[in-house]
């Protein structure tokens, strides 16, 4: 199961080892040509000469954490990779390092709390990662400064046909692209898998630069939240609402002819799908697009709850129809239904 | 490293789901696990399962009841929302702050997976950050169309945390429910000891019910039982940053014995002595009044019991991640199986005798 391996595997931005050599070991048999760049990002391309050179871009990479010093005690201070909320850290277990290691981020007990600590959240500062360590030298045997850890949280589907899970940002991109990667186009197609993206579109830059692609589209996992209470406007996409389409974000404001095609596409294969309706957030697109001349393109996002948060939820509808979307696109640029 | 021979039984009582009210899974997996000991097994009307293994006393027998609760914290639906959200209320003491991003488990028509919700912080502000939500504010997310969440839940259902149990370094294991199923697991432990004892005393072993939410299980269990000595088992605070020394217990360097008006000075000074003789390590828990353990309810039952309250240290107290030393459990069992075949009737004649 795909998602499964993906998600399951770590890779916090810079630290993308495992994740990468998952996705090498899922596309080798697929693709032509495969390569990784100074920074780590890898990228699979395609024979094919002739017609517009697509860029399909996913980031391997997911937010973590970092240790960062041992206590005396042997608890473990450390500091997100990322944008984590620290409230989501309370109650969680953690995997550290390649050993995978469980770790936990307890909380002071309830019973020995003041009414008034109850109502203020506790900082990164306030939080510790406990291995079980009788004291800083037991704990040094087996955690060192630096190393990275992720949520500790099973890939498993529930409810109607929807998946929980840490890191389907952007493990689900990752699969949209490998599932793509697995089709034969007749346009030069090349997928990469990049590193950095939680902490600034790092590799995307390089790899928007070195590809210099004609048309790029970022895959991604995107905030949704439709829950109870949240106001329309401020929901940003709706859970099996089909793969969303970027109008504007923090760092894009999408080219209205490609995204016009793009909705054409969909329309056209009966694809739902619909637009992304907040301003914050980003994805590789933003990076690329503004590398050498500029680079048209756009964003097609899978839905995620709760994202950069332990546990995740995706509808496994909205992820199938991104792969459909996504090769109904590529297919019709190479059929020339997009001129740049 | 001593051995751990209901280690396995503690990952299995852990893995199952029981809060106030709703023991019988736990329940049904504790009668299991205490059927290896005696085949005189009872449950009584609130639920508690009650097990004795006779000593070679007879019918003069003295009799001690070793007594931990096997209820776990857990919420209550109290409403469902537009979109399917559940809302929710506390049955036993929750953080709320513990719960944000927590999967659980909603046990309803069909057994439920659900998450708690979490703002994305692309769009929490400054300032909302700096909140913690209260647990009215909290809802549950079950993935499913509002329709079909009416038709499987209702209101009432109970609700539990989902966590795997986590092995880390020096046999500690962490997860939901330590507090109080790693006391079943010293109940456990005890009564294997005891096999390689004589002991006169009959042993009576109680899976409590309704601890969390004010030791109500405990009060007929002990009416039932009417013991001459009654011990609960339960957990105590293990140190971490920021809690008060005399609430800072080591784990790994054995259990917690207590010790305060709750606790009857002769089953303070005997539990104390034979740690003390067997060379088991302990450490000394203070309390100023009713201890918040299944002891308190013991104390008072019919015209009194002589009562005990021990148990090991944990780490993280109701969230999904408490933390304990499996060591600390093995040496608790030790200790009260010393304990059990040092009593004899005389020691049960003094016990009123001040």
């Known amino acids: ?340 | 490293m001593e051995r751990e021979n209901h280690k396995e039984t503690l990952l299995h009582l852990l893995s199952g789901h029981g809060g106030p009210g709703f023991e019988e899974a736990v329940a049904s997996k504790v009668r299991t696990a205490f059927s290896e000991y005696t085949s005189e097994i009872r449950t009584d009307t609130l639920g508690n399962v009650i097990a004795t293994v006779h000593g070679f006393g007879g019918k003069s027998a003295p009799s001690i009841m070793l007594s931990a609760h096997m209820d776990e914290i857990a919420l209550v639906v109290t409403k469902i929302e537009a979109g399917g959200f559940l809302r929710v209320a506390q049955s036993g003491g929750f953080d709320p702050r513990t719960l944000v991003g927590q999967e659980v488990v909603v046990h309803s028509r069909e057994t439920l997976r659900g998450v708690i919700g979490s703002k994305p912080p692309h769009l929490t502000s400054p300032e909302e950050r700096k909140k913690a939500a209260p647990l009215e504010d909290l809802y549950i997310d079950v993935a499913m169309a509002e329709e079909r969440v009416r038709s499987l839940v209702r209101v009432g259902d109970r609700v539990t945390l989902h966590r795997e149990t986590m092995e880390l370094l020096n046999h500690r294991v962490s997860g939901k429910a330590l507090d109080n199923r790693t006391s079943i697991a010293i109940i456990l432990e005890t009564l294997k000891y005891l096999q390689g004892l004589k002991h006169q005393a009959d042993v009576i072993a109680v899976a409590s019910v309704q601890e969390e939410v004010g030791m109500r299980g405990a009060a007929t269990a002990a009416y039932g039982v009417n013991p001459d000595i009654a011990i609960a088992i339960d957990v105590t605070f293990a140190d971490m940053p920021g809690q008060d020394p005399d609430e800072s217990f080591k784990l790994g360097a054995g259990p917690a014995v207590s010790f305060g008006p709750n606790i009857h000075p002769k089953v303070f000074r005997g539990l104390r002595d034979t740690a003390d003789k067997n060379g088991i390590p302990y450490q000394l828990e203070l309390s100023q009044g009713p201890t918040g353990t299944d002891g308190a309810a013991f104390q008072i039952a019919r015209r009194g019991l002589a009562t005990g309250v021990i148990g090991i240290a944990i780490r993280y107290m109701h969230c999904s991640v408490e933390t304990g030393s499996y060591d600390d459990i093995v040496s608790c069992g030790r200790l009260l199986a010393h304990y059990i075949a040092s009593i004899t009737t005389e020691d049960v004649e003094g016990l009123s005798c001040y």
């Open chain 1, 1 to 340: 199961m795909l998602l499964k391996t993906l998600t399951e595997a770590m890779g916090p931005s810079g630290f993308e080892d495992e994740i990468r050599n998952l996705i090498r070991e899922e596309v080798s048999p697929h693709v032509a040509k495969m390569y990784t760049d100074v920074l780590g990002s890898l990228y699979c391309e395609n024979t094919v000469q002739t017609g517009p050179r697509i860029m399909l871009d996913a980031h391997m990479d997911e937010v973590g954490l970092m240790i960062v010093h041992i206590e005396e005690n042997g608890l473990l201070r450390f500091k997100p990779i990322g944008g984590i909320d620290p409230r989501v850290l309370v109650s969680k277990p953690v995997q550290i390092g390649t050993e995978k290691r469980f770790g936990v981020i307890g909380a002071k007990p309830i019973h020995l709390q003041s009414p008034d600590e109850r109502t203020k959240p506790l900082g990164i500062n306030q939080l510790y990662i406990d291995i079980g360590a009788k004291d800083k030298k037991d704990a040094e045997q087996v955690v060192k400064l630096g190393d990275v850890c992720v949520f500790a949280t099973r890939y498993e589907e529930l409810g109607d046909n929807c998946a929980k899970a840490k890191s389907f940002d952007d493990r689900v991109g990752c699969a949209i692209l490998i599932e793509t990667l697995k089709k034969q186009f007749q346009v030069p197609l090349v997928g990469a898998f990049t590193v950095q993206e939680e902490v600034g579109l790092r590799g995307a830059t390089a790899a928007g630069y070195r590809v210099q692609p004609d048309i790029a589209i970022a895959l991604e996992g995107t905030v949704c939240f439709d829950v109870v209470g949240a106001p329309s406007h401020g929901q940003s996409t709706v859970l099996g609402g089909g793969p969303a389409l970027t109008v504007q974000d923090s760092q894009t404001i999408a080219d209205r002819a490609f995204l016009e095609f793009m909705i054409s596409v969909a329309e056209k294969h009966n694809i739902p799908y619909q637009l992304r309706r907040v301003k914050g957030g980003s994805n590789d697109f933003g990076a690329i697009h503004k590398t050498r001349d500029g680079v048209i393109g756009g964003g097609i996002s899978v839905p995620v709850r709760y994202i950069h948060a332990p546990a995740q939820i995706i509808s496994l509808e909205d992820y199938q129809n991104a792969i459909l979307l996504t090769e109904a696109i590529v297919r019709a640029i190479s059929e020339g239904g997009f001129t740049i």
